[in-house]
Each structure stands twice: as C-alpha cells, then as structure tokens.
Nanobody, 121 residues
Framework: QVQLVESGGGLVQPGGSLRLSCAASGSIFSINAMGWYRQAPGKERELVATITSGGSTNYADSVKGRFTISRDNAKNTVYLQMNSLKPEDTAVYYC???????????????WGQGTQVTVSS
C-alpha cells in the first residue's frame, strides 16, 4: 500500500509565499515522476509542475518564474515553493506520483488528498 501525504497549505496574502510538501510512504521500490496539480472551484484540475527522477522540471506558463518544484529522493518527498502568490492561485493543490511498488514491480499513479491554498487579503 502506498500513501501520499501533503502539508503546507493555508491562507496567505497576495505577494506572499507558501511551501507545499508531499511525502510518499509504503511499499515503494522506486518513484518516477512527481508533480503538483490544482483545482479551483468550478474548474478542471490542471498541471502546475512536474519533476522527473533525474530532476528535469516542467511548469505551467501561469506559474513560471514564481513556483519551484524540487524533490528529495532519500525522503520520497516532493516540494512546491510558491512565491509572489496571486488570488488566481487559490485552489486545492494535489500531489501526484508515479510509483513502482516493491511487491508488484509495476508502476501506478497515486494522488494525495489535496491541500487548500487560499490567496486573499
């Protein structure tokens, strides 16, 4: 069984910063890509940023230059540093990881439970 547990969401003023964390645990053989997605009220879930096991990153145009994704492979954890936050960044942020199970040796996509980020004055 694999779990993703997110933390770090909250309320922040425009221009502020937040750091999200997502830790994977369980029967893990290896972790491939990790990423963050978000879903605002009334909108579809969208990609925010991804990072490969080798450290290559990809960002949505709306967050380039403001958000930074990183990972600590020793801790099976992915981070999202969010700076210069805007009201339009308000959403539930979800962690996603493609994980190879230690027993099955098959890769599956797992999702965290989501963490609320609200940018408001």
């Amino acid at each position: 069984q694999v779990q993703l547990v997110e933390s770090g969401g909250g309320l922040v003023q425009p221009g502020g910063s937040l750091r999200l964390s997502c830790a994977a645990s369980g029967s893990i053989f290896s972790i491939n890509a990790m990423g963050w997605y978000r879903q605002a009220p009334g909108k579809e879930r969208e990609l925010v940023a991804t990072i490969t096991s080798g450290g290559s990153t990809n960002y949505a145009d709306s967050v380039k230059g403001r958000f930074t994704i990183s990972r600590d492979n020793a801790k099976n954890t992915v981070y999202l540093q969010m700076n210069s936050l805007k009201p339009e960044d308000t959403a539930v942020y979800y962690c996603n990881s493609v994980i190879v199970g230690s027993r099955t040796r098959s890769a599956y996509s797992y999702w965290g439970q989501g963490t609320q980020v609200t940018v408001s004055s």
